[in-house]
């Protein structure tokens, strides 16, 4: 690609220039990045009088202790779940939608708003919806004979999060498998016709491998999102719980280091999701780059 | 294979867009048809209504004697061979060929058959483990060809399938799909906007305009008798000159022009029959100024205005005529290539 060079005269313009990100990037994330690895080797007690150097032993001990390891299944599952609820939802909506002529820029609109509303908005909302008590879903269900109970139940809170998660998602999946629909050539489509497949088989022999690219890179984007950026979801519905099932990986961190002050631990957990970031991001640019499938 | 047989049959797009406007054809069985004319006269329209990608408005299609308007594009027996090629780009050659046939239930061996048999036919042998992308544009278009003769369909139907390749790679592919189409016999409907496939490749050809049939007929028969003006400049490179007969009538000598039909008003000249030569049959000739000399290798285009003419003229003599700009050359024509029109009408005059 050619780009167009600039020269500045002198040097300190091209580094004046970088300075104000250099700057951010360096407080906000590098240095508390840099914090976190120290404070993982460190111990300090509840009253932060005394700090010991402890080594890995906060490493250590998270992988012998019960609840890291509930809260590592917990996410997986969580972030399994959001991801393939919102990224089949939006696959659905994305080909449906690509199939209209006249109202598909309304649809599109539509369908993207959800994705303006901030994480706590989206959680509030779910969990009035899904309230035991005063909530649609939970009323609607009881009179197919389930009683839902996401404070009681483990199971429905889960649930709970993953729909809360996922409907939020579903919007970006959508723009995305909606763009990939569209640079599908439609002669392919009508060569597969002419060549016997039902649409059904169309959309699985032809369209989907042809999106391989676009779902591996949303794959990426959801499961991050999912293990990330899911705080103020949980936060705002089931805080965690009932008794830690919806205790992701992220939201112990914040409720071990800022409501148990553990923050040798918290600290050891937040290097932990840092590696995990880091090997989702390889993961994504070696495959992406080198475009998968064709 | 089957023949084809379109009654009136109509396309309107969103209600107001009469893109085809009653077209009647039949279609022999093993005959091969191509569809002319110009940008946006609705060939592949029509073209894809056979196929089944479009909607009929109007009329009656029938493959064989099956009346088909209804019937999915799967069921209709056809294949298709696109412009882009619309090959498969996540499945190797072999694959895109087997495609169709995996869809119709062909056990194992039977398609392995069919793909090698294709395959050899179009040499492509040494490509079918390759992925679409890591073929040249010609191998490409042996692939689409490929893709639609493994399923020996009752018709092929194809859209501008060389309008992608270079003009040396063209003709090497039109001989091939003659020939090939002579060898399997079976039913093909041609699209193209090129002069020469054209010409060459149909048994009969189709001129099209706004959606309606201008001339049926065989090449040469086009060539000899076109029944419209639009047919006269449209078949045939350089375009037949168009001159009125008034213009004739006072600049021309030796002029026999009394006996043309009645309404004619305009007459038509190709461009290689207007003679630096006297002929030996009765003839007639007109003044003109030579303005521009075109050397094309084995033939040359003179392009001249006529006396006291504005109308642009252009000429086709084998070799190089020892001309030069600016000469005046005396131009004679002979009686029977006068091609006699109808400008109102735009039609050809005495039937
Ligand atoms: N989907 C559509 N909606 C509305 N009008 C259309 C549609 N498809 C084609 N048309 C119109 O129908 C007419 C015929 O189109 P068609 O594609 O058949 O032309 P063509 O003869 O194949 O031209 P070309 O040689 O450029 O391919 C054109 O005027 C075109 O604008
Ligand atoms: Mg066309």
Redesign the pocket.
């Given at each position: 690609m050619q780009t167009k060079r600039m020269t500045f005269p002198g040097h300190w313009l091209p580094y004046a220039l970088l300075a104000p990100q250099v700057i951010i990037t360096l407080i906000f994330f590098i240095w508390p990045a840099g914090q976190a690895m120290y404070q993982s080797l460190l111990r300090e007690d509840a009253f932060g009088l005394k700090t010991t150097f402890v080594g890995l032993e906060n490493f250590a001990r998270l992988f012998r202790d019960g609840a890291y390891l509930n809260s590592l299944s917990v996410t997986a599952v969580f972030a399994i779940g959001t991801t393939l609820l919102s990224m089949s939802v939006a696959l659905l909506l994305a080909s449906t939608v690509n199939r209209m002529i006249r109202s598909r820029s309304t649809y599109t609109t539509l369908l993207v708003w959800p994705y303006a509303i901030a994480p706590a908005i989206a959680g509030v909302l779910w969990w009035f919806i899904f309230h035991p008590s005063i909530g649609v879903i939970p009323y609607v269900l009881d009179m197919v004979g389930y009683d839902w109970n996401h404070r009681t139940s483990g199971a429905d809170a889960m649930l709970l999060v993953v729909f809360a998660a996922a409907w939020k998602q579903i919007s970006y999946n959508f723009l995305f498998f909606l763009a990939g629909l569209q640079s599908i050539p439609q002669s392919l489509i009508e060569a597969a016709a002419i060549d016997g497949a039902s649409p059904f088989k169309r959309f699985w022999t032809i369209v989907f491998p042809l999106l391989t690219p676009t779902t591996f890179f949303l794959m990426v984007v959801n499961v991050v999102y999912a293990m990330f950026d899911t705080f103020g979801i949980i936060h705002a519905t089931t805080e965690g719980g009932p008794s830690q099932a919806t205790n992701t990986l992220v939201y112990k961190v914040y409720s071990d280091g800022f409501v148990g002050l553990n923050l040798g631990s918290s600290a050891a957990q937040s290097v932990i999701l840092m590696a995990i970031v880091v090997a989702l991001t390889i993961v994504q640019f070696r495959y992406i780059e080198r475009r998968v499938n064709y | 294979m089957a023949s084809i047989t379109l009654e009136g049959l109509k396309?309107t797009?969103?209600g107001n867009?009469?893109?085809?406007k009653g077209i009647d054809l039949s279609i022999e069985d093993g005959e091969f048809v191509v569809?002319v004319?110009?940008?946006?006269?609705?060939?592949?329209?029509?073209?894809?209504m056979v196929a089944g990608l479009?909607s009929i408005t109007q009329g009656t299609l029938k493959i064989g004697d099956r009346v088909v308007n209804r019937l999915e594009p799967a069921e209709r027996d056809i294949a298709m061979v696109f412009?882009n090629y619309a090959l498969y780009p996540h499945m190797t050659v072999y694959n895109n060929l087997a495609y169709g046939l995996k869809n119709r239930k062909f056990n194992r061996e039977q398609i392995e058959a069919r793909v090698q048999t294709a395959a050899r036919m179009l040499e492509i042998t040494d490509f079918l483990q390759r992925k679409p992308r890591q073929l040249s544009g010609g191998q490409r278009q042996r692939v689409a060809m490929g893709r639609a003769l493994v399923r020996d369909p009752a018709a092929f139907l194809l859209?501008?399938p060389l309008s992608n390749l270079d003009a040396k790679l063209r003709v090497q592919m039109r001989v091939e799909i003659k020939q090939l189409q002579r060898r399997l016999k079976t039913t093909s409907l041609y699209?193209t906007?090129d002069q020469l496939e054209a010409m060459t490749l149909g048994d009969r050809l189709v001129v099209?305009n706004g959606?309606q049939i201008e001339q049926v007929g065989t090449p040469m028969e086009i060539y000899a008798r076109p029944a419209s003006m639009f047919v006269a400049g449209f078949i045939g490179s350089p375009a037949m000159n168009m001159l009125p007969l008034d213009y004739l009538h006072v600049q021309g000598s030796g002029a026999l022009l009394h006996d043309l039909p009645e309404n004619t008003d305009t007459v038509g000249i190709r461009p290689d029959d207007m003679l630096l030569q006297a002929p030996d049959s009765p003839h007639f000739t007109v003044e003109a100024t030579l303005v521009l000399f075109e050397a094309a290798g084995a033939e040359s285009h003179l392009y001249v205005q006529l006396a006291d003419s504005e109308q642009p003229t252009v000429i086709r003599t084998s070799g190089q005529p020892p001309v030069s700009e600016g000469d005046t050359l005396t131009l004679h024509i002979a009686r029977e290539a006068i091609h006699p029109f109808n400008s109102a009408s735009g039609k050809r005059t005495g039937g």
């Open positions: - | 396309k797009y969103g867009v009469d893109a085809v569809l004319g110009p940008s946006g006269c609705g060939k592949s329209t029509l073209l894809r479009e412009q859209d501008e699209v906007h099209l959606g």
